[in-house]
């Protein structure tokens, strides 16, 4: 592929950044979708290089393959690329990670937890160079008022919104910008909501960071299948 950087040992390449939309359907169409699956990861640390709306619009537009409770196609994404939005959420993710980094220090202090943390620090200190925020969005609410409901309801209504989170955070591995889901710059959905101008039928949901991709994605750690696979009933192996 033109342009390409050399990747490090055993790390998928780096995409050099791009404004052509004719490169990035080529990296789109050219990425395997085991390869994108097997390589994307929460990639925190990115350039300041601007991204292209029309890119954005693209990978919004690919995300939106995705599935929804009825097909109800209740999401709202809006992109975030104004100063004073990104510092005003950076501000609540400062907030918020004081908090839950604070707990994660104490908690876990394994080279891996490490890692992540330097990491989220890396993000929460460099937040508003970030070029694009996407923040996802659902209309309609999980409960509806005065009456009991399930807890599928829940679960339906806001797996209505993250199956489309992953596909952009695929289509985004695959043309090369580093991507990840993040949720606590919207610590106070009031706060992001008077921010955005979203009505309060539509509640945000995570936020997706969006730039070219600094550096290599890594190998990630994941639990071995059969640690989680069960046959029949939970505890019995499917092997
Ligand atoms: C629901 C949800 C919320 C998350 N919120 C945050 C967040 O606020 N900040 C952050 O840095 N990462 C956040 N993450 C990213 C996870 O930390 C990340 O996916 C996990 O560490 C695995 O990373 P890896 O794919 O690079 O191995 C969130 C992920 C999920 C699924």
Redesign the pocket.
Known sequence: MAGMTEPSAGAPPVLPPTDDLDEVERRLASTSLLEAMTT???V?RVLPDPVDERIVRRLVEVALEAPTGSNGQNWEFVVVTEQATKEALGRQ?AR?WKVYGGLGRRMRTDEQTRR?LR??EW?VEHFTEIPVLVVCCLRGGANLPFLPVPSIAASSHYGSVYPSVQNLLLAARAVGLGG??????LWSATVARRLLGLPFTVEPC?VVPLGWAKGRYGP???KPVDEVLHRGRYGETLT
Not at 180 to 185: C, E, G, Q, R
């Open positions: 994307q990861r929460a925190r993710y918020a992540i990491s989220v993000q990840s889901l993040i949720t606590l710059p995570c990630k750690a994941r």
